[in-house]
C-alpha cells in the first residue's frame, strides 16, 4: 500500500507534543495535502489529533472518525474491555484497507505514532492481513515537549531513563521508580492520586513536575506537589529529572 505523492495507500502521522510549530515539514505536507483522513477519538468529543490540525486540512476532506467504544468506563484488564478493543481494531483495519485499495487515508496521532500511540494496533494488524506495513511519520513524542517546558534538562552523564503509565498498580510504580535517576509517568489523569503516592513511597515528590497539555496554548508546569489532588487532563505527564554525572563548571 505505498503511499508517495499521495498513491492509494495508508500513512500514519505523528502530530508531535501539540505545538503546530513542531510538527515535522513532511506531516505538515502530508496533512494540508490530505483529502482523506482518520482519527481517534472519544464518543462526543473532538478527538486530540484532530484539534491539533485545525486549519491545516484542505477544503472538502473526507473525515473518519474512530470512535472508540470504551476508554475508562472499564477496568484496562477486564475481559469485556478487551473484547471491546479488540473488535473496535479489527472494523477499522477492515475498513481503512477497503478505503485504501482506492485512496490514500492519512491517519492523524499525536505524539508519535509508535509511542503509547492506539495505531499502533491498526498498524500490526493491517500489516499481517495486508501483507505490506503502513507508512508511519515520527512525530516528537510528548514527553519531550513537557521536559522542555520544564526549562530543566531530563537526563544528565549516566542517568538511567524510565517511561511508565499511571494506569499501573501502584506498588509496580514504586519498583520501577526505585531503579531509574530519571522518571516519566505518561496516562496521568485519574491516576493522578496513585502516582503521587508512588512518587512519595519512594522520596521523589518533591522532585516531581506535573505538565499538562505541552506546547500548547493551555500549557502549565508545576511542582507536583504543589499541585491539589483534584484529577488532571489525560495529557499530562509527571517528570522527575535526573541529576547524573556531569563536568564541573569552570567557574
Known amino acids: 500500500m505505498a503511499s508517495a505523492h499521495g498513491k492509494p495507500g495508508i500513512v500514519c502521522v505523528g502530530l508531535g507534543p501539540g505545538d503546530p510549530d513542531l510538527m515535522s515539514v513532511k506531516a505538515d505536507r502530508l ?8 482519527f481517534f477519538r472519544k464518543k462526543g ?16 476532506v473526507t473525515e ?11 477496568p484496562v ?3 469485556d474491555y478487551v473484547a471491546q478493543l479488540s473488535a473496535f481494531y479489527d472494523d477499522w ?20 505514532p509508535f509511542l503509547y500511540g492506539s495505531f499502533m494496533h491498526l498498524y500490526t494488524r493491517l500489516r499481517e492481513r495486508t501483507g505490506t506495513a503502513p507508512e508511519v511519520v515520527p512525530g516528537i513524542p510528548g514527553m519531550v515537549g513537557c521536559w522542555h517546558a520544564t526549562g530543566e534538562p531530563i537526563t544528565w552523564g549516566d ?23 530519571a522518571l516519566v509517568v505518561m496516562k496521568v489523569g485519574r491516576n493522578l492520586l496513585r502516582i503521587r503516592r508512588a512518587l512519595t ?36 505527564i509527571v517528570l522527575v529529572h535526573g541529576q547524573g554525572r556531569r563536568p564541573e563548571a569552570a567557574w
Open 31 to 38: 496533512v494540508r495535502g490530505a483529502l482523506h483522513v482518520a
Open 45 to 60: 468529543r473532538p478527538g486530540k489529533a484532530r484539534q491539533l490540525v485545525q486549519g491545516l486540512l484542505a477544503p472538502g
Open 64 to 74: 473518519y472518525p474512530m470512535e472508540y467504544p470504551v476508554t475508562t468506563e472499564l
Open 77 to 79: 484488564d477486564s475481559t
Open 93 to 112: 483495519c477492515t475498513r481503512l484497507a477497503l478505503l485504501a485499495q482506492t485512496k490514500q487515508v492519512v491517519v492523524l496521532c499525536e505524539g508519535d
Open 159 to 181: 542517568d538511567v531513563l524510565s517511561v511508565m503509565t499511571g494506569t499501573l498498580p501502584e506498588d509496580e510504580l514504586v519498583r520501577r521508580m526505585q531503579t531509574a535517576d
Open 201 to 236: 513511597r519512594t522520596g521523589r515528590l518533591d522532585a516531581a513536575w506535573l505538565v499538562q497539555n505541552g506546547t500548547t496554548a493551555t500549557q502549565q508546569v508545576a511542582r507536583l506537589a504543589e499541585v491539589a489532588d483534584d484529577a488532571c487532563p489525560y495529557f499530562a
